[in-house]
């Protein structure tokens, strides 16, 4: 399983989304998750209402590839009508280790047109649709109960998905037995580098999952 920082591997939760975090998380080898939406005709990084302060995503890849390109990056989309700037941004830095989710249905269909790499929702409140073909992954989420169905992933990664789970604390619950089932997990899938867990405590994860 590999882990990714939830907006950068931040400190204190100001941290968030900023350069800083960014460094420390691909400094360390953590690839990260973050948030694109457009302010004033720019592509930034932002999880809520952007500002001049947000950083460019242009700006974000060249951070990024400075460290390592092969780290994984999960991109939120918070706005329609970004792919094809993002898509161009991606191929001009060849960065093909990523994936772009949480897209309405009408904007997904432009990602898929543009040939991106985009995960599918799945939660207590969503199920899988027809778009499922064309995911290259799941983005696994439980915004109010832990969701961590053993037959739901295995049934994914057999058919060749990538699994990315979201950690409880990023909804404000307790991490602790969502994590001791994910080692319960049969090692075929356990150890699998299609299965990740994007979480705000990438160094207790590390520990938790890794260490001995």
Wanted: with cysteine; net charge negative; proline share 2%.
């Amino acid at each position: 399983m590999i882990s990714i920082s939830h907006r950068g591997y931040w400190l204190n939760p100001s941290e968030k989304n900023t350069i800083s975090a960014f460094k420390r998380s691909f400094s360390q080898g953590y690839g990260t998750e973050t948030d694109i939406r457009d302010f004033n005709g720019e592509l930034v990084i932002s999880h809520d209402i952007p500002s001049v302060e947000c950083i460019s995503f242009e700006c974000f890849l060249k951070l990024f590839i400075a460290y390592d390109y092969r780290l994984p990056l999960a991109l939120n989309i918070k706005s329609d009508g970004l792919a094809k700037r993002i898509n161009e941004y991606l191929k001009f830095y060849k960065v093909d280790n990523y994936f772009c989710f949480d897209m309405s249905i009408p904007d997904t269909l432009h990602y898929i047109e543009e040939d991106m790499n985009i995960f599918m929702r799945r939660s207590e409140y969503e199920i899988d649709n027809d778009l499922f073909k064309y995911a290259k992954g799941i983005w696994l989420d439980s915004f109010h109960r832990d969701y961590l169905d053993e037959k739901n992933i295995m049934s994914y990664l057999e058919a060749g998905k990538k699994v990315c789970i979201v950690s409880p604390e990023l909804h404000r619950r307790d991490e602790n037995e969502m994590w001791n089932n994910i080692k319960l997990l049969s090692s075929d899938y356990y150890n699998s580098e299609q299965l990740m867990l994007c979480t705000d405590k990438i160094e207790k994860a590390v520990e938790f999952f890794y260490e001995k």
